[in-house]
């Protein structure tokens, strides 16, 4: 799901310590870099969210 990034969401989202890339995610293998379960990472590893227009969230996100 692509989500438009406001500063409503910035603020909130330092606020709240949101996450929402691989690099917090129980399926993300930091060694290899890779999702283990097979899904394409490039969209979803980017975890800073001041200096970008949108969000790609993972469905299969899950909080580690
Ligand atoms: S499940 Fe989604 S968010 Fe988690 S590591 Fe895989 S691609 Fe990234």
């Known amino acids: 799901m692509i ?7 910035r603020r909130e989202a330092l606020v709240y310590a949101l996450r929402f890339a691989c690099p917090d995610c129980a399926s993300f293998n ?24 949108h969000v790609v969230f993972c469905k299969t996100f899950e909080l580690r």
């Open 3 to 9: 989500h438009k990034v406001d500063d409503q969401l």
């Open 30 to 53: 930091e060694e290899e870099q890779t999702c283990s379960l097979g899904f394409p990472v490039e969209d979803h590893k980017d975890a800073q969210i001041t200096e970008r227009s």
